[in-house]
T-cell receptor, first 110, second 114 residues
């Protein structure tokens, strides 16, 4: 059975304090690993897709990386507007659609 | 473009009542999905439709039915609501028919069953 585990559950950072969120996965035949951002009261918003180990993608202060067992979402010099819940999801040969982790709730304080 | 539109945004039901959540997308996507999101449980797939005319069960289908009315619309029906169905429901769409690729989500429908 595919599993996606995100850590930490919650993270509080000072503005400018860089950190990383972790997504560990166990799947049968990875077809893609996805990162989403979800603001309170809103639907998840797509950020990145990674397909193979060693792949990296960047968007503003966010950089996603992928290994054979985990993915990291690096946040460089975060700002308060980066506060949100970040969701990781996998798409694999044994499942359908996306299988989501429970998310990491990020709070960036001024 | 509106993307994925869900109605209603909020609903309160009594146990045993029925209702239908509506979802429409204007991106000409082939696949559509219904997820529910509960505190501490993450997003869980209820039903999906890989293409017009097909529907399949996801992880938590019990107590729900779906209809893919046409390529644009995918509705979720609760025939006899139960308190355990109190949740936030998200509809999503996907360009392809092979259940791969990113999903685009609506804003959610918040349902409370008393």
């Amino acid at each position: 059975e595919d599993q996606v585990t995100q850590s930490p559950e919650a993270l509080r950072l000072q503005e400018g304090e860089s950190s990383s969120l972790n997504c560990s996965y166990t799947v049968s035949g990875l077809r893609g690993l996805f990162w989403y951002r979800q603001d309170p009261g809103k639907g998840p918003e797509f950020l990145f897709t990674l397909y193979s180990a060693g792949e990296e993608k960047e968007k503003e202060r966010l950089k996603a990386t992928l290994t054979k067992k985990e993915s990291f979402l690096h946040i460089t010099a975060p700002k308060p507007e980066d506060s949100a819940t970040y969701l990781c999801a996998t798409n694999s040969n044994s499942g359908y659609a996306l299988n989501f982790g429970k998310g990491t709730s990020l709070l960036v304080t001024p | 473009n509106a993307g994925v539109t869900q109605t209603p945004k909020f609903q309160v039901l009594k146990t045993g009542q029925s209702m239908t959540l509506q979802c429409a997308q204007d991106m000409n996507h082939n696949s559509m999905y219904w997820y529910r999101q509960d505190p501490g449980m993450g997003l869980r797939l209820i039903y999906y439709s890989a293409s017009e005319g097909t529907t399949d069960k996801g992880e938590v289908p019990n107590g729900y039915n779906v209809s893919r009315l046409n390529k644009r619309e995918f509705s979720l029906r609760l025939e006899s609501a139960a308190p355990s169905q109190t949740s936030v429901y998200f509809c999503a769409s996907q360009k392809g028919t092979d259940t791969t690729g990113e999903l685009f989500f609506g804003e959610g429908s918040r349902l409370t069953v008393l």
